[in-house]
């Protein structure tokens, strides 16, 4: 095992911490004993650096534990979110048997390419379903964008507004997003107003705290039964999660 930066860090400070542990609780040691006893574990340190990879390895395991532990808890409450979704929102059927929850954001590339095999999977099955959450973290124009797909509810045109806006190549900027808006039969200056209503703003507190519960770092993400599934995947990818999902009654 090869140590990174960040590893070899962590192994000098546990090395530290150790040394420094010592006096702490070594009252009846005189300063050259303690002394003895610090040579003693840097010496046996550097003769069995395997001893500070283990210790580690065993972090790692224990962080992704803890991780995989948080993700489930959060997992287990998306029902009551999905069930916050307008059903008009959900592209799909909304009462199918399989979810697809995806984190994506409009000047995701990734995400762009993705649009193809989920309109796919979801014309091959018909009891599947598909929740859009808004997650836009790589510009202001990305939540300038979901701000205003967020606020095209109002007007029942959100699925439409979504996959126009997902089939935007070149620059998103404000001025785009609302000439998307107004090809797919917006009203922009009722948009522009219902942009700055406090449900837009909450929707969007909400996505954001539920993808800090799951782990979401980047987009896309998908969540497909219990798998959560980081990054573009292929069809077939795709199918083979939700048919695991139906498997497992999810």
Do not use: W
């Not at 300063?31 to 003895?36: A, I, N, R, S, V």
């Not at 991780?67 to 799909?92: C, T, W, Y």
């Not at 796919?120 to 959450?133: G, K, N, S």
Request: net charge negative.
């Amino acid at each position: 095992m090869k140590l990174t930066a960040s590893a070899a860090l962590i192994a000098a400070a546990a090395f530290l911490a150790s040394a420094a542990a010592i006096p702490a609780h070594a009252q009846s040691f005189d300063q050259e004993q303690t002394g003895d006893i610090e040579e003693i574990v840097r010496e046996y340190l550097m003769q069995n650096p395997e001893v500070i990879v283990d210790a580690l390895r065993e972090y790692e395991r224990r962080q992704q534990a803890e991780q995989e532990s948080q993700r489930k808890q959060a997992l287990a409450g998306l029902d009551s979110f999905i069930e916050s979704i307008p059903p008009e929102d959900i592209v799909g059927n909304p009462d199918g048997d399989v979810t697809i929850v995806e984190f994506f954001d409009y000047r995701c590339g990734f995400c762009h390419k993705m649009m193809e095999p989920i309109l796919a999977a979801i014309e091959q099955d018909p009891d599947l379903r598909l929740v859009l959450v808004e997650f836009p973290i790589l510009s202001q124009a990305s939540r300038y964008a979901a701000q205003a797909a967020l606020a095209s509810r109002e007007q029942g045109l959100y699925p439409e507004f979504h996959f126009a806006l997902m089939e935007q190549r070149g620059q998103l900027n404000e001025e785009r997003v609302m000439q998307i808006a107004q090809s797919v039969g917006l009203n922009t200056e009722q948009l522009q107003r219902d942009m700055q209503s406090p449900a837009v703003a909450e929707t969007l507190n909400a996505n954001f705290a539920l993808a800090q519960q799951i782990g979401v770092t980047g987009t896309p993400a998908f969540i497909i039964g219990d798998n959560f599934v980081p990054g573009a995947i292929p069809l077939e990818r795709l199918q083979g999660l939700v048919k695991e999902a139906r498997a497992q009654g999810s």
